[in-house]
């Protein structure tokens, strides 16, 4: 079955996009869920209109992004940690940690959209990114030191 894409869904495509489906993908989840159309005339000129839209929606975004992203710019966080024998920790900075730093100097950010695939667990200099948007990810310096 052919249909009209009206959020991006992973594997199969972005908005705005005809594509192929199987008959029951379409039927059971993407129609119900408002994440597509059918792919006939009037929606094919429905969904140009909401190509427009959604242009000037991630426009924003995207500049909204790069605003909060310029109070990141040469951002450095330093963590004091107990350190036992061998120089290892005791504990790990994770990115509620460093949600919570980031909070206490006044910028509110989501602990998801921090990019730590794992805690923090030695001592040094680390970069760590922030996703805000799919086109900025600044980066922020996160130092662990002996406490």
């Not at 705005?16 to 199987?22: D, F, L």
């Not at 429905?46 to 040469?74: C, N, S």
Request: glycine share 8%; aromatic share 6%; charged share 35%.
């Amino acid at each position: 079955m052919e249909i009209i894409l009206r959020e991006d869904v992973q594997h199969v495509g972005k908005a705005g996009e005809v594509v192929k489906v199987k008959d029951g993908y379409a039927r059971n989840f993407l129609l119900p869920k408002g994440l597509a159309y059918p792919a006939t005339e009037g929606n094919k000129k429905r969904i140009t209109f909401e190509a427009d839209r959604l242009a000037r929606q991630r426009a924003a975004e995207k500049q909204t992004a790069e605003g909060e992203a310029a109070k990141l710019a040469g951002l450095s966080l330093t963590f004091p940690m107990k350190v036992g024998e061998e120089e290892k920790l005791y504990g790990s900075v994770t990115a509620g940690d460093i949600q919570r730093r980031l909070e206490e100097q006044g910028i509110h950010l989501d602990k998801r959209k921090i990019d730590l695939p794992e805690p923090i667990r030695a001592l040094g200099e680390f970069r760590v990114g922030i996703k805000y948007h799919a086109e900025v990810r600044p980066e922020i310096v996160v130092v662990v030191v002996k406490e």
